[in-house]
């Protein structure tokens, strides 16, 4: 994989760290042919961060089975300096569902003064299986204990809802192609 990784947590318990962020130099095999980073090398480091965090959570492997909300809002150059900060915002009976924003800057201040920027956002839903069978199992509940913590769960259900609700608009153009 090539990058350097630092892991830093903020922990509500020590079982259970809540936040975790990867941080690396965006490298020339990392870029299209723009110059800028792939937009599927991005996916990547966020479903990597998600895993990390949401493992980290429950303490059991975890797969991915939503993203929703992802915008890519500036481009990542060669050798910038990434942080991909994945935090858990909400718990189902076996989902975590992680807001994860990427930033960037310049190491060496020549673009943008070196000023961090923020790159992508979105949400990415986990579940908790066991490995043996495959069947969800349930993960530690999250407490939602500030208005920033109610606010980032409230955001993560409403993304996830606006994903689903595309989800049922695609169906329903494909039942009727299928139809005709």
């Known amino acids: 994989m090539g990058y350097v990784h630092s892991m830093t947590e903020n922990t509500p318990g020590p079982e259970h760290p809540r936040e975790l962020t990867m941080r690396f130099l965006a490298e020339p095999g990392d870029v299209n042919y723009g110059g800028k980073v792939h937009g599927g090398i991005v996916m990547k480091w966020i479903d990597q961060a998600g895993y990390a965090a949401a493992v980290g959570w429950c303490g059991r492997y975890a797969v991915t089975v939503a993203v929703g909300g992802i915008r890519f809002v500036a481009p990542i150059g060669i050798s910038d300096l990434v942080a991909i900060n994945a935090k858990l915002v909400y718990t189902g009976s076996t989902s975590m569902h992680i807001a994860v924003d990427v930033t960037a800057r310049d190491p060496m201040g020549m673009h943008d003064g070196g000023q961090e920027r923020l790159c992508t956002h979105c949400v990415i839903v986990f579940v908790a299986v066991d490995q043996g069978t495959g069947r969800p199992v349930p993960v530690p509940q999250?407490?939602?204990?500030?208005?920033?913590?109610?606010?980032?769960?409230?955001?993560?259900?409403?993304?996830?809802?606006?994903s689903k609700d595309i989800e049922h608009t695609i169906a329903r153009y494909r039942d009727a192609e299928t139809e005709a």
């Open 142 to 162: 999250l407490t939602q204990e500030s208005d920033e913590d109610r606010r980032l769960a409230e955001y993560a259900i409403k993304v996830m809802d606006l």
